[in-house]
């Protein structure tokens, strides 16, 4: 028997979301190790990203407020801290010592793992087993990534790679918490970016001005002015609006599942942009790492198998 036509049209508007979303992520990778490895430091995208986004963001916090009836202040911390300047600092400055490639696999490719093991520990929801089997290669890939030698000529395995894959890793664990927020505050997705947008102007900004307030006049003002488009608009207010939307439609594990295609899509977009080519060890992770978000996430099944079925949307 057939589902309500509206089903089909939920889970095909949260798809298209969730593929628009990780599109935009997967080229924030690339952009952003262009930008971090040329004339803008991690401080500088930061506050590209929550200035501009702040701004424009602000009316909808002043008119709604900063949902502290639904998150409560450790909430507000937690969200604005995963999804927020923190996060911004912490992966950009990741890409300053590893390629895009492993941000791509690393940061979003590890989010649905540790949105998994946080909701278990939590006991939020329980781990089918497709989501157990999923961690497997995850942490295969993630090995792999961090810890098997490779001779690739643009960025050979080394302490400071090294340790810029540990900083995509906390910036994963921290957009899972904010995630796993997102879905039990059950806020907008409007709501959400503006609340992490303008929160993060407000802690962040006074101190960048402070400490960094001239750092932006030496960049190229062509430069300058792409890249807070796509760090303040394009990444920040279109690409969380467009998670929060897949998350709102299809759950916290149906839109963590749309990672998949981060890794390889940031792999890819960094060739042609920034000449890193994975060597074979490096497609390697990640795939393994796409094929277990996949699993772990909840793996969408094809459209005419979900509309068929019973699975609640």
């Known amino acids: 028997m057939k589902a309500a036509p509206s089903r089909q049209s939920k889970y095909l508007t949260g798809a298209a979301c969730g593929l628009a979303a990780v599109s935009i992520w997967a080229s924030w990778h690339v952009l952003t190790r262009l930008a971090v490895t040329s004339n803008l430091d991690a401080s500088d995208v930061a506050a590209l990203r929550f200035g501009l986004a702040g701004l424009l963001l602000s009316p909808v916090v002043v008119r709604r407020g900063f949902g502290l009836d639904r998150l409560g202040w450790f909430g507000l911390v937690l969200l604005i801290f995963g999804l927020g300047a923190p996060y911004a600092l912490i992966a950009a400055a990741g890409l300053r010592f590893a390629p895009a490639y492993d941000s791509g696999a690393l940061n979003p490719g590890s989010m649905p793992l540790f949105v998994a093991l946080i909701a278990a520990s939590l006991r939020i929801e329980q781990l089918g087993p497709a989501r157990k089997l999923g961690l497997l290669p995850i942490a295969g890939g993630v090995l792999v990534i961090i810890g098997v030698p490779g001779d690739m000529s643009s ?41 992490i947008a303008t929160g993060s102007l407000i802690i962040y900004l006074p101190a960048y001005i402070l400490l960094h307030g001239s750092d932006l006049a030496r960049v190229p003002p062509g430069n300058l002015v792409v890249q807070a488009l796509f760090q303040g608009v394009l990444v920040t207010i279109v690409g969380i609006f467009l998670y929060g939307r897949a998350i709102a439609v299809l759950g916290a594990s149906g839109g963590a599942a749309f990672g998949a295609l981060v890794p390889v899509l940031a792999g890819l977009f960094g060739i042609p942009l920034l000449g890193e080519w994975p060597n074979p060890t490096g497609w390697t992770g990640i795939s393994l790492i796409s094929a277990g978000v996949y699993l772990a996430s909840g793996g969408p099944l094809p459209i005419a198998t979900l509309v068929a079925s019973d699975v609640h949307i």
């Open 155 to 195: 960025a050979g395995w080394n302490v400071s790679r090294s340790f810029g894959d540990l900083l995509f890793l906390a910036a994963g664990f921290l957009s899972a918490a904010s995630t796993l927020v997102m879905r039990r505050a059950g806020l907008g997705p409007l709501h959400a970016a503006a609340i």
